[in-house]
């Protein structure tokens, strides 16, 4: 069983009267075979928590452990290739290539990394169950919001990552497909034995978590 946890974080941003406390002591840990969410009000820190759970940026004080390892101790180019081969992202802003098709979106991350991603038949499975094996072939501004946002989750799954960090990623779904994509994640997370991460305010996601953390002004309250 792996874990990637937060010990004690403190974000800060900007000085003097201006700074804001983004996490405040926060105490976080995202379990392999389990589904966890982060909720809390607009602005309360849930993204904040989220990208430096992954690495995508640095803490003002305390330590990310991965496996009881803190991550603080490794070079930046050990980090990023933690990050590349471990941690699956879909982030708010999806960043998709504009000029490449759905099917070149898969293949630039296979360029980028080559090894030990899903096999060609569970890749498949994945773009069925989230509905774009009929997408491949269009260009980002050619899909829906709802459609842009499962190709950015397949995108994400297609590393094979052993931690998946999710923020919103079913904001454009309708309930249908919130559903399906909450079982997707429920299932990878129990029978691939990954740890998913979801930034959500969709309370229909509830029903499958394992764990919440609510979040309001940088601190947990909830756990
Ligand atoms: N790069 C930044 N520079 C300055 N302040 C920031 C930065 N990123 C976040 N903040 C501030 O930190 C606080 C937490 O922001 P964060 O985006 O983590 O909240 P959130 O809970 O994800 O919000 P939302 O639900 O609206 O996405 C907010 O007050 C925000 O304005």
Redesign the pocket.
């Known amino acids: 069983m792996s874990n990637l946890k937060l010990i004690d974080v403190t974000k800060l941003?900007?000085t003097g009267d201006s700074q804001?406390t983004?996490l405040d002591h926060v105490n976080f840990t995202a379990n392999s075979k389990e589904l966890t969410l982060i909720v809390?009000?607009?602005?309360?820190?849930?993204?904040?928590?989220l990208t430096i759970l992954g690495g995508l940026q640095a803490a003002t004080s305390g330590q990310i452990l991965l496996n009881g390892r803190d991550l603080n101790t490794l070079s930046k180019k050990q980090a990023d290739n933690f990050r590349l081969s471990h941690i699956g992202f879909v982030l708010?802003s999806y960043s998709l290539v504009p000029y490449l098709t759905v099917q070149k979106q898969f293949e630039l991350v296979k360029r980028i990394k080559p090894d030990n991603n899903l096999s060609a038949a569970l890749f498949t499975q994945y773009l069925e169950r989230l509905g774009i094996t009929n997408l491949l072939s269009k260009f980002p501004d050619q899909l829906s919001g709802g459609q842009t946002q499962r190709v950015a989750i397949a995108r994400a799954l297609y590393t094979n990552p052993d931690y998946i960090l999710a923020d919103?990623p079913t904001s454009a779904l309708d309930s249908q497909r919130v559903d399906e994509v909450a079982k997707l994640f429920k299932g990878i997370a129990k029978n691939e034995n990954k740890a998913v991460v979801i930034?959500t305010?969709d309370l229909r996601m509830r029903a499958y978590a394992d764990r919440v953390y609510e979040?309001i002004d940088?601190k947990v309250v909830v756990e």
Not at 40 to 47: C, H, L, N, R, V
């Open positions: 941003f900007g804001v983004a809390g009000p607009s602005g309360s820190g849930k993204s904040t928590l708010q919103e930034v305010h979040i940088g």
